[in-house]
C-alpha cells in the first residue's frame, strides 16, 4: 500500500481567531485548485476563545453572560464548542477528496 504525502504546516503561536482563518483558507486552496495533497495544520492555540462548530447555533451552545467577555468564533469543521485556552493544541485536517488517505475510495456511507 502506498502512503499518501502530507502538506504539514506548523504554525507556532497562534490565536484561535487566526487558526479559524488559516482552516479556511486551507478549504478555500482545495475548492480552488485540483490535485492538491492533503494537508495538516498544527499549532499551539494562544489566549481564550470559545470556538463553535460549523452548524451550532451561538445561542443554544453558548451561555454569552458564562463566558464573560472571551472571543467567539466559527470552525468549518463540526463538533459541539470547545473552550481553547493558552497551550491547547490546533489541529485541522484538509483533504482534497473523503478516501484521499485511503488506498481505495470510501462512500459517503462510510463517513462518520
Same mark, same amino acid.
Given at each position: 500500500? #502506498?502512503?499518501? $504525502?502530507?502538506?504539514?504546516?506548523?504554525?507556532?503561536?497562534?490565536? $484561535?481567531?487566526?487558526?479559524?482563518? %488559516?482552516?479556511?483558507?486551507?478549504?478555500?486552496?482545495?475548492?480552488?485548485?485540483?490535485?492538491?495533497?492533503?494537508?495538516?495544520?498544527?499549532?499551539?492555540? #494562544? +489566549?481564550?476563545?470559545?470556538?463553535? &462548530?460549523?452548524?451550532?447555533?451561538?445561542?443554544?451552545?453558548? $451561555?454569552?453572560?458564562?463566558?464573560?467577555?472571551?472571543?467567539?468564533?466559527?470552525?468549518?469543521?463540526?463538533?459541539? #464548542?470547545?473552550?481553547?485556552?493558552? +497551550? #491547547? %493544541? +490546533?489541529?485541522?485536517?484538509? %483533504?482534497? $477528496?473523503? &478516501?484521499? %488517505?485511503?488506498?481505495?475510495?470510501?462512500?459517503?456511507?462510510?463517513?462518520?
Amino acid at each position: 500500500m #502506498t502512503v499518501p $504525502s502530507i502538506r504539514v504546516w506548523a504554525v507556532p503561536g497562534c490565536s $484561535s481567531e487566526r487558526f479559524v482563518h %488559516l482552516g479556511r483558507g486551507l478549504l478555500a486552496q482545495f475548492e480552488a485548485e485540483a490535485g492538491l495533497e492533503p494537508a495538516l495544520l498544527v499549532t499551539e492555540l #494562544t +489566549g481564550e476563545a470559545c470556538v463553535l &462548530g460549523r452548524h451550532q447555533r451561538l445561542k443554544s451552545a453558548v $451561555s454569552v453572560e458564562k463566558v464573560g467577555g472571551v472571543p467567539i468564533h466559527r470552525r468549518n469543521s463540526g463538533g459541539r #464548542t470547545l473552550r481553547a485556552g493558552d +497551550g #491547547t %493544541l +490546533g489541529v485541522a485536517l484538509a %483533504l482534497p $477528496s473523503l &478516501g484521499a %488517505l485511503l488506498s481505495g475510495s470510501v462512500g459517503l456511507e462510510k463517513a462518520i
